[in-house]
């Protein structure tokens, strides 16, 4: 059953110039894109899509990064669409993540990692509604 899920190309990966290479493979992997926007977040709002990781030690670090550059927010659709991005995204720290993913590709570091993915049909929900609802 086609499922919706909220990825975004973090700014070390635009930075880099990969943006089409990801937009290439979500393609290739049989996602619709149905919305998709590049912005340059203000700090508040990384604060607040990344407001669940408020009490770890990496959230002042992480939302400054994500607030430095322009991202690239993108609402998938496909069957299985938010496993499916998370297996194609690999493990949090490139260092680790499979071959052929695209964090072992493109990653810097657990932080650098560029791209996001939701982790559960509840989270994609309140994701896909803090970037695109009543737009
Ligand atoms: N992150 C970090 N240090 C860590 C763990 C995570 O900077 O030790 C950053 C990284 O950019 C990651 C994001 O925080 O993508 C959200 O962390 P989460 O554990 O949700 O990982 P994800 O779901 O993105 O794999
Ligand atoms: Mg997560």
Redesign the pocket.
């Known amino acids: 059953m086609s499922e919706r899920t909220l990825a975004i190309i973090k700014p070390d990966a635009v930075k880099k110039k990969v943006t089409g290479k990801i937009i290439q493979r979500i393609e290739d992997e049989g996602f619709r894109i149905s919305r998709m926007e590049m912005i340059r977040p203000t700090r508040g709002l990384a604060e607040g899509f ?1 407001a669940v ?1 408020k009490s770890k030690p ?1 959230y002042s ?2 939302t400054e990064f994500m607030s430095s550059g322009e991202i690239v927010v993108l609402l998938l659709e496909r069957d299985g669409a938010i496993a499916h991005w998370r297996s194609v995204m690999g493990a ?1 720290d490139p260092a680790v993540a499979a071959p052929g993913t695209i964090r072992r590709a493109f990653g810097f570091s ?2 650098r ?1 560029a791209v ?2 939701s ?1 559960g049909p509840d989270t994609a929900a309140w994701e896909i509604d803090y970037f695109f609802k009543n737009k």
Do not use: A
Request: net charge negative; aromatic share 16%.
């Open positions: 990344y990781h990496f670090s992480l949090t657990i932080e990692n996001h993915g982790d």
